[in-house]
């Protein structure tokens, strides 16, 4: 088994698998049960500063996507901060990390854009023998239209601001917590690490209406016939998220900033691919409350073996694929493919014909007997075939040997990479000789 | 002149060793990864999970189908293996639709279980090609268990009592271990030797000295091995069967189903098995089955399964009868065995029909011969050679707890030991939670 205890900003945990602040760590029993099945840490649900409760609605909370068998493929939430007094969370929150010292306790906070209103939070906080805290400059519904969460998100200038108060007035670990609903995630983390953040953690839920009902019209979930936008989370959003955290991982500006991974971890493999990008830790919500608390067993078998299976430690995974992050112009215009379809594994559907044939290059041949088969010399390599075959693995795509003719171009195969920047197309190539 | 399905009398060889093989392939074969892909992904993860309560050894089913369906299938094998270390053959042989997968939501729902038997089986199958052996031995403790029997039972406690540290000396009075995942069970759900080859995964835990061709109460003794050794199991099955109370004094052409079933899978391309034109199989269980299948298999013309109750009471599964059904056997029920008839070799059996009235059973005093030229009895068997002192109940070992009988320092599990259905599962069950008793008792 190979060890995956985690050291992020000095925070140590038996794993890197920490529960997002979300519904699931709002208390805790919640947070007890999750602990007792594995976690290795839990970012506690934004606390708010101190006064009258947060009123949720009474309606639905969440919307939801699904696949045809049912199985939840995004989640949408109108949820706010938590709506408990202050005073209890700060109590449980250092019960919890009193009786369990070995796992990572983030305190998850969202005030208004106020010096006096961190000040005051602050030292209660860090009173409870916490870890560190997350800034949530994140959430895009509810609190946002109050000034907070991304309303602060979206403008560099605050995060940079409010993180440098953190820093001034706490010891604790300060990790800003992004918002997705931007343009250039890149302007926020530069903002939060020249406040002096120790770290960042994206994605934050996307702004997001599930559906629309075609009977009553209102968008889903309705509150008495109205919907408004929620925050969207879950295996969708895993891509962009994704992005996102390579994005920051590869800016020079930002290279190196911790980052802790979010968006659609279902599977020990998603959370591996977050590491490969960059991230320390990796925070979960939409699959514990799909699944049960119980997925972590899964997530740390799997990722155990896998690095055994690698021979890697769980520090030489984090970042190993952002050297492979690169720009398009970077990308090697010698490496030529084209696709192959293992006539075995056919089954014959026809919809690599018909994507080809309607939307792409006309490479594909169907020939008598439901026969289909590559035209070399119109195939550019596109893999949209390979993305619409129902059989894993029928189609795949194959380099030509440098040297061989590409019959699409009548070009020799060049074996020396070459890309965008010294090509004879490109107006603003330097001279390659 | 070659025998054929019409050649009279008992006789090896009706079919070519082509159509044999054939009709004894493997009854699942194995998923691909894609199959099992998308078998796994029909898994709810339900919560406090009822297929787990319905395994007799308490597998984690939902956690070892997501580790499939998360691309770890080795992974998911530890799962299962930690709770059953016979999961491989269990994968194969476990009445599931009586067990896990009739306790699936999905088999409430549709009709249609997540196909928990072929997921486990694709999970132990992939690492045991893998040649892994998942477990570790714990520091020697310096004891020395027996362990009598080398099947299902006393695999799993020798196997679980090796990994806590003790060395375990394992006897079995056949030539080779594996018990009844050796000699009694059809050969077409266990093929490819896997009985032999999961029996030798098994020892690589080590410490296991393994003594074949030692019989309780011939080459070994209780008394002796309770003085040679810190506990013992006894694991010893059941070597009896139950005899059949007819008339007539025939006795060519009869024999016991497990004798058959046994010669079966020792045998190699099975043209050598002798069998039948016209067969009845006297039983309704499981042994029952395996037989008359196997019959059908082999080329018998005519197979009959004959049961003196009535279907639902007939203890295989109903997936398990239309197996048979599908293999063209006969499936006669409510015929109660009178008398054999013939002269010398058997000719036929008579039955008198019954009628299940308010759960008793009643002739109706109308009787059925059925021309048989082979008959299989498979209506149960019993303990047999138990060793003295030891206390029984219904015809068992009695134990108390985790298969502590009334001899201190014996333990027993299995289809010996009372209590409990005598499946493989429930053997695997018993033999672990003896062995961790025993593992306690020792050094508590």
Known sequence: ?433 | MAADIYSPGVVAGRLDAETIAANFADLHPPYDGHEAAVAADRCYFCHDAPCITACPTGIDIPLFIRQIATGAPEAAAKTILSSNILGGMCARVCPTETLCEEACVREAAEGKPVEIGRLQRHATDTLMAAGIHPFERAASTGKRIAVVGAGPAGLACAHRLAMKGHDVDLYDARPKGGGLNEYGIAAYKTVGGFAQAELDWLLKIGGISVHYGAALGRDISLDALRDSHDAVFLGIGLGGVNALRVEGAVTEGVMDAVDFIAALRQSGDKTDIPVGRQVVVIGGGMTAVDAAVQAKLLGAEQVTIAYRRDRAAMSASRYEQDLAASKGVRLMFNAQPEALHGNGAVEGVEFALTQSVDGQLRLTGETRVVPADMVLRAIGQSLDGTPEGIALAGGKIAVTGAGRTSVAGVWAGGDCAAGGDDLTVTAVAEGRDAAEDIHASLLG
């Open chain 1, 1 to 433: 088994m190979a060890d995956l205890t985690t050291d992020f900003l000095g925070i140590k945990s038996p794993n890197p698998f920490w529960l997002a602040s979300a519904p699931p760590t709002d208390k805790a029993y919640n947070v007890e049960r999750a602990f007792k099945a594995g976690w290795g840490g839990v970012v506690w649900k934004t606390l708010g500063e101190a006064g009258p409760p947060i009123v949720n609605v009474n309606g639905p909370r969440y919307g939801a996507i699904w696949g045809a068998d049912r199985r939840l493929l995004g989640l949408n939430n109108i949820e706010l901060i938590t709506d408990r007094p202050l005073e209890v969370n700060l109590r449980e929150i250092k019960q919890v990390k009193r009786d369990w010292p070995d796992r990572a306790m983030i305190v998850s906070i969202m005030v208004p854009c106020e010096e006096q209103a961190w000040k005051a939070i602050l030292p209660l906080v860090e009173e409870t023998g916490a870890d560190g805290i997350e800034l949530n400059f994140g959430c895009p519904h509810g609190m946002s239209e109050r000034g907070m969460g991304s309303a602060v998100g979206q403008v560099p200038e605050y995060i940079e601001m409010v993180a440098r108060w953190c820093k001034q007035n706490t010891r604790m670990p300060v990790i800003v917590k992004l918002t997705p609903n931007i343009t250039d995630i890149r302007y926020p983390a530069r903002a939060a690490m020249k406040g002096g953040a120790d770290a960042v953690s994206l994605i934050n839920t996307i702004s997001s209406i599930t559906s629309v009902n075609l009977d009553s019209f209102s968008p889903e979930p309705s509150i008495d016939g109205k919907g408004s936008h929620g925050g969207y989370c879950g295996p969708a959003v895993k891509p962009i998220a994704l992005n996102m955290v390579a994005e920051i991982a590869r800016d020079p500006e930002t290279r190196g900033l911790p980052i802790s991974g979010i968006g659609g971890v279902t599977t020990w493999r998603d959370a591996a691919e977050f590491l490969a990008l960059g991230a320390g830790t990796v925070q979960v919500c939409t699959a514990a409350m799909t699944y049960g608390f119980k997925i972590v067993q899964e997530m740390i078998s799997g990722l155990s073996q896998y690095l055994d299976e690698k021979e890697m430690t769980l520090a030489e995974l984090t970042g190993r694929a952002v050297p492979n992050v690169t720009d398009w112009q970077y990308l090697n215009l010698n490496y030529v493919t084209k696709a192959r379809i293992d006539q075995d594994a056919c089954i014959k559907c026809g919809r690599c014909y018909a994507a080809c044939e309607d939307t792409s290059h006309q490479a594909i041949w169907m020939k008598p007997g439901r026969v289909f088969e590559v035209n070399d010399a119109e195939c550019v390599a596109c893999n949209l075939c390979v993305d619409v075959c129902p059989v894993e693995d029928c189609i795949t795509m194959e380099r030509l040997a440098p040297g061989s003719v590409d019959p699409r171009t009548g070009r020799v195969v060049e074996a020396e990479y070459g890309n965008w920047t010294t090509h004879p197309n490109n107006p603003a190539a330097k001279a390659a000789e």
